[in-house]
C-alpha cells in the first residue's frame, strides 16, 4: 500500500512538473517573440526577413500560440507513456512527441514563406494595398470565416478536443511511433487552425496584437467547456471583418496599412 502511495504521489509530481514546464515554455515564447517582434509589424505588407531569421520566429511563434492548446494532448502522453513504463513496457520520450508536432508547423510555416517569396518575385502592382490588396485581405478572412462552419474543420476540432480518443485508438509503440503520432496530432492542428494563421498572415504576421487575438481563438474553440460551439460566432466575426478590412481597414484596431508598399503580401 505505502509502494502505492509513493508511485501515486511520484505520478502526480510529475504530472504537476510537466505542465509547470509547458507552461513555462509558452510564457518564454511569448517573452522572446514579444522581444524580436516589437515594432516589426507594418500590417499586410510586412517583410518576412531571410529564411533563418523567418524560421526561428515562425517557430517561436507556433510555440507561444499552440503549446496552451496543446498541453492536454502532451499531458496524456506524457501520462500513458509513464504507465507504461511502469508495467515495463518501453518508454516513449514526450519530446519525441511534441517535436514532431512542431515540425508540421515548421512545414506550414515554410509553405507561407514559399507562397511569399513567389508572389513578391512578381511585383505586379496588383496586390498592392492601394489597388485590390484590400480586398484579397478581407476575402480571405471572409474565407476563413466560412471554413470554420465546414465538416473538415468540424472534424479536426473534435479530434484537438479529444485527446483520451485519439490516444487510445491511435496509440503506436517505439520512437517511430511517437513521431507518427506526433505528426498526425500535428496534421488535425493545422486542419483546424490553417484558416486563423490566415487571418493572421492577412492582418499582419508580425502583429502582436493579431497574434494574441488568434491564440485566444484557437484555445478558446480547443480547450473551453463547449469551444466546439464557438464556430458560428467566431465565423460571423470573421466574415464581418473581412468585409470592414476590405471596405474600411482604417477602423480594423491594430491594423497598420501599407503607405504605398509595392504589394500585399500574403
Same mark, same amino acid.
Given at each position: 500500500?505505502? +509502494?502505492? +502511495? ?19 515554455? =509558452?510564457?518564454?515564447? *511569448? ?21 533563418? *531569421?523567418?524560421? &526561428?520566429? /515562425?517557430? #517561436? ?18 501520462? @500513458? ?12 520520450? #514526450?519530446?519525441?512527441? @511534441?517535436? $514532431?508536432?512542431?515540425?508540421? /508547423? ?21 496586390? =498592392? ?34 485527446? !483520451?480518443?485519439?490516444? +487510445?485508438?491511435? /496509440? ?5 511511433? =511517437? !513521431? ?5 496530432? &500535428? ?6 487552425? *490553417? ?20 491564440? $485566444? ?5 480547443? @480547450? ?17 471583418? &473581412? ?5 474600411? $481597414? ?10 504605398? $508598399? ?5
Amino acid at each position: 500500500m505505502t +509502494a502505492r +502511495a509513493a508511485s501515486s504521489r511520484s505520478a502526480s509530481f510529475n504530472a504537476v512538473a510537466r505542465a509547470a514546464v509547458l507552461v513555462g515554455a =509558452a510564457l518564454a515564447a *511569448w517573452i522572446v517573440t514579444v522581444a524580436r517582434m516589437r515594432g516589426m509589424d507594418v500590417g499586410p505588407g510586412t517583410d518576412l526577413g531571410g529564411l533563418g *531569421w523567418y524560421l &526561428g520566429i /515562425w517557430v #517561436t511563434m507556433m510555440a507561444a500560440m499552440m503549446l496552451p492548446s496543446v498541453a492536454p494532448m502532451v499531458l496524456l502522453f506524457a501520462n @500513458v507513456s509513464q504507465e507504461r513504463e511502469i508495467l515495463r513496457i518501453r518508454h516513449l520520450p #514526450t519530446w519525441t512527441f @511534441v517535436a $514532431a508536432y512542431f515540425a508540421v /508547423w515548421t512545414a506550414v510555416g515554410l509553405a507561407g514563406y514559399s507562397v511569399y517569396r513567389l508572389v513578391t518575385s512578381f511585383d505586379t502592382g496588383f496586390l =498592392a494595398w492601394r489597388h485590390a490588396g484590400a480586398y484579397v485581405a478581407g476575402a480571405a478572412i471572409a474565407a476563413a470565416g466560412i471554413y470554420e462552419l465546414t465538416p473538415l474543420k468540424r472534424a479536426c476540432l473534435r479530434h484537438c478536443r479529444s485527446p !483520451l480518443h485519439f490516444i +487510445a485508438t491511435g /496509440w503506436r509503440s517505439g520512437s517511430l511511433g =511517437a !513521431l507518427r503520432m506526433g505528426a498526425e496530432h &500535428g496534421a488535425y492542428c493545422v486542419g483546424c487552425c *490553417w484558416g486563423l494563421m490566415a487571418i493572421l498572415f492577412a492582418l499582419g504576421v508580425m502583429s502582436l496584437l493579431w497574434m494574441a487575438v488568434v491564440a $485566444a481563438v484557437i484555445f478558446a474553440e480547443k @480547450v473551453l467547456p463547449g469551444g466546439h460551439r464557438l464556430a458560428v460566432p467566431f465565423a460571423v466575426a470573421f466574415v464581418v471583418l &473581412g468585409l470592414v478590412v476590405a471596405v474600411a $481597414a482604417g477602423h480594423v484596431p491594430g491594423l497598420k496599412q501599407p503607405d504605398g $508598399a509595392p504589394a500585399m503580401h500574403m
